[in-house]
């Protein structure tokens, strides 16, 4: 079955630009969440979706959003973008996310120059 | 404040050894535990998880062991194989509604032929 894909796998914006970063979970999975991976900070929750409402959300300023579709794809958007929001941004979904885990895809690369 | 604590950013083992990859964790809030094993440009991939109530789990080659009063948990790997050369993550969540994952920084283990 297919995985969790994110597009687009690479981006190269600059400062104070913003981006949106797009996942479609696997089929059937409700759940959706995002994180930031950084050599620093390790994985850092950003926010998690469940039938298109935001049921979590982390520490990270309001420039950071996202929203969740009936399809249950989701979009994360960043604004007025700085130079540490240069990261790895990874999207993941599941069935029930203690019993199976998260299936997380392979990641967004953002370079902000 | 870091909620969960993988001490060792690397450990190096020869095939057919056991791994043992350690965290800790201050938050007495958490109730499951998992651990993600991570390839460069690849997203995490689950590999096994733990409820609080529970002291030990098995998966094949993977046994978490949680030690609450300690609050520390281990994954070994028995037997270990080149294939398992990874980037191992320790996550934790409070349960219930919060389906936040808190990870470790991750630890590098790298299998020697």
């Known amino acids: 079955k297919a995985g969790v894909t994110q597009t687009p796998r690479y981006l190269i914006k600059t400062r104070g630009q913003q981006v949106t970063l797009s996942c479609s979970p696997i089929s059937g999975h409700r759940s959706v969440s995002w994180y930031q991976q950084t050599p620093g900070q390790g994985l850092q929750f950003l926010f998690e979706y469940f039938s298109e409402t935001q049921r979590n959300k982390g520490n990270f300023p309001g420039r950071f959003s996202g929203r969740q579709f009936s399809n249950s794809r989701s979009e994360m958007n960043v604004s007025t973008l700085e130079l540490g929001d240069s990261a790895l941004y990874l999207c993941a979904s599941s069935l029930n996310q203690l019993l199976y885990g998260y299936t997380f895809g392979s990641g967004t690369r953002l370079t902000v120059v | 404040d870091q909620q969960v604590k993988q001490n060792s950013p690397s450990l190096s083992v020869q095939e057919g050894r056991i791994s043992i990859l350690n965290c800790d964790y201050t938050?007495?809030?958490?109730?499951?535990f998992l651990w993600y094993k991570k390839y460069p440009a690849e997203g995490p991939t689950f590999l096994i998880s733990i409820s609080s109530i529970k002291d030990k789990n098995e998966d094949g080659r993977f046994t978490v062991f949680l030690n609450k009063s300690a609050k520390h948990l281990s994954l070994h790997i028995v037997p270990s194989q080149p294939g398992d050369s990874a980037v191992y993550f320790c996550?934790?969540?409070?349960?219930?509604?919060?389906?936040?994952?808190?990870f470790g920084k991750g630890t590098l283990l790298t299998v020697n032929p």
């Open positions: 996550a934790a969540s409070g349960g219930g509604s919060n389906y936040k994952l808190t």
């Open positions: 938050n007495s809030m958490f109730d499951y």
